[in-house]
């Protein structure tokens, strides 16, 4: 039997290792889409709000300048409205505030006494004079332009109306107490008792409804005047601006 010879083996060759693949390095959480498109989302939101924020202030600093400034209007017409009103009264008689004016209370002490069959202690000239008075101070007042000086000042629609009937009521409270004053011009050059008493009660009743008017447009008035910060009181017409 043949031997073999002896040869040098092969080494083994041993397997290699598997190649580990690349790891990838995850991303940072503030480098992440999602991440992203959320953050990019609250951030515009906030945006949105503080620029809503900022316009509503803005909005509101400008409305309260504007309500400042229309206060301040009203209040310069109110005053030169009052000056006017208290200006045309003064010639005729004298403010009792908050009462009301009292317009020539001569005219009422002498009807009353006439009525009452009494000599009148008001002479002829003087009521001459007063009639005169009543009759100025009513036309002047009327003529005022009341609805140029308010006139786009900041008043509301219940102001202006307000303003506009005290206006009326105060004139008419002055064309009242002139009638009564004629008839009693009247009155005085008569000799017939019955007929003074007459003339004399329908200057009492006129006299009655002058001061009723003139409570009435003097109070309207003031009313205007407390709203407005002019004067202290209580508001009984609801003339809020």
């Known amino acids: 039997m043949a031997i073999k010879g002896k040869g040098k083996t092969k080494a083994r060759q041993v397997a290699r290792a598997p190649r580990r693949a690349p790891v990838e390095v995850p991303k940072p959480l503030f480098r992440r889409t999602w991440v992203q498109v959320i953050a990019a989302a609250l951030l515009g939101a906030l945006a949105v ?3 809503v924020w900022i316009t ?3 909005r509101a600093s400008g409305q309260e300048s504007d309500e400042a400034a229309a206060r301040e209007r009203r209040q310069d017409a109110l005053a030169t409205v ?3 009103f208290e200006s045309q009264v003064a010639t005729v008689g004298q403010i009792q505030d ?3 004016p009292v317009l020539a209370p001569q005219i009422r002490e002498a009807a009353d006494a006439l009525a009452k069959g009494k000599d009148s202690p008001v002479i002829t000239e003087e009521l001459v004079q007063l009639a005169g008075d009543l009759e100025t101070a009513a036309t002047t007042l009327e003529d005022y332009d009341l609805t140029g000086t308010i006139r786009d000042q900041g008043f509301n629609l219940a102001q202006t109306e307000a303003l506009i009937a005290s206006r009326a009521q105060l ?3 002055l064309r009242e107490l002139e009638q009564a004053a004629g008839i009693l011009l009247v009155a ?3 000799d017939d008792p019955a007929h003074v008493e007459e003339l004399a009660t329908t200057a009492v009743a006129l006299a009655d409804s002058a001061d009723l008017l003139a409570a009435n447009g003097w109070r309207t008035f003031r009313n205007a005047l407390q709203q407005a910060g002019l004067v202290q009181g209580r508001d009984e017409l609801g003339l809020a601006p």
């Open 56 to 58: 509503n202030s803005l």
């Open 49 to 51: 709000m503080l620029l």
């Open 188 to 190: 005085v050059d008569t």
């Open 98 to 100: 908050p009462l009301g």
């Open 171 to 173: 004139v008419a409270a």
């Open 82 to 84: 009052r000056s006017e």
